[in-house]
C-alpha cells in the first residue's frame, strides 16, 4: 500500500510545483525608442557649440553691464552647476555694486569632443576670449581691473542638451590657457 501513497505524493508534489513554474509569456515586449543622435555630424555640433557660446557671451556681458541685475536670466544659456556658480556670482557683483563696460569677444572655435550619450548630447570646444575691451568699475566708477589681467584666454567649454531639441547649454567653462591666443 506504500506504492500508492509514495505516487500520489509524487503526483500532487508535481501538481502543486507546476503551479510555481514560470510560464511563458505571451506578451512581447515594446521595443525602447531609437535614439536620434541631434547634430547629424561634427561640423554642426561645432556650429552649434559655437551659436550657443556667443550667446552666453552676450547675455553674461549684458548682465555685467547692468550691473548683476536679474542673473536669472542664465538659465537661457547656462545649466547644472554652472549655471548656479553664475547667478551667485552676478549677485556678488550686483551687492558690490560693480559695473563693466566694453564687450568680450570669442574667436578660434574648435571642437575638442561630441558625443551621444543615452539620448544627450555632449559638445566640448576650446574658445579663444578676448576681454582686452572689458573694465570692471566699482561703485565708485573706479577701475578694479589688475594691469596684470591677461587680455584673451582659452577655455575649455562644455555643452549639454537635453536630447529633444539641438540647444545647447553652458554646462562647464574652464581656463585651458593663458597665453594669448
Known amino acids: 500500500?506504500?506504492?500508492?501513497?509514495?505516487?500520489?505524493a509524487v503526483a500532487l508534489a508535481v501538481l502543486l510545483l507546476s503551479g510555481c513554474v514560470p510560464q511563458q509569456s505571451t506578451n512581447t515586449p515594446t521595443p525602447e525608442p531609437s535614439s536620434t543622435p541631434v547634430f547629424a555630424s561634427e561640423e554642426e555640433a561645432l556650429a552649434a557649440a559655437t551659436?550657443?557660446?556667443?550667446?552666453?557671451?552676450?547675455?553674461?556681458?549684458?548682465?555685467?553691464?547692468?550691473?548683476?541685475k536679474d542673473p536669472?536670466?542664465?538659465?537661457?544659456?547656462?545649466t547644472g552647476e554652472f549655471l548656479k556658480a553664475s547667478v551667485e556670482g552676478f549677485a556678488e557683483v550686483q551687492a558690490k555694486g560693480w559695473?563693466?563696460?566694453?564687450?568680450?569677444?570669442?574667436?578660434?572655435?574648435?571642437?575638442?569632443s561630441y558625443s551621444e550619450v543615452g539620448g544627450r548630447e555632449a559638445v566640448v570646444i576650446y574658445v579663444c576670449e578676448d576681454i582686452s575691451?572689458?573694465?570692471?568699475?566699482?561703485?565708485?566708477k573706479i577701475s578694479i581691473v589688475s594691469p596684470d589681467r591677461p587680455n584673451s584666454t582659452t577655455f575649455q567649454a562644455t555643452f549639454d542638451s537635453d536630447g529633444n531639441r539641438p540647444s545647447l547649454f553652458l554646462s562647464s567653462r574652464e581656463v585651458w590657457s593663458n597665453d594669448p591666443c
Open 72 to 78: 536669472e536670466r542664465m538659465s537661457s544659456v547656462a
Open 133 to 140: 575691451a572689458v573694465d570692471v568699475l566699482d561703485s565708485s
Open 51 to 68: 551659436a550657443a557660446y556667443a550667446a552666453y557671451v552676450t547675455l553674461s556681458d549684458q548682465i555685467f553691464v547692468e550691473g548683476g
Open 99 to 112: 559695473v563693466s563696460t566694453g564687450g568680450t569677444v570669442f574667436r578660434g572655435a574648435t571642437l575638442q
Open 1 to 8: 500500500m506504500r506504492a500508492p501513497t509514495s505516487i500520489a
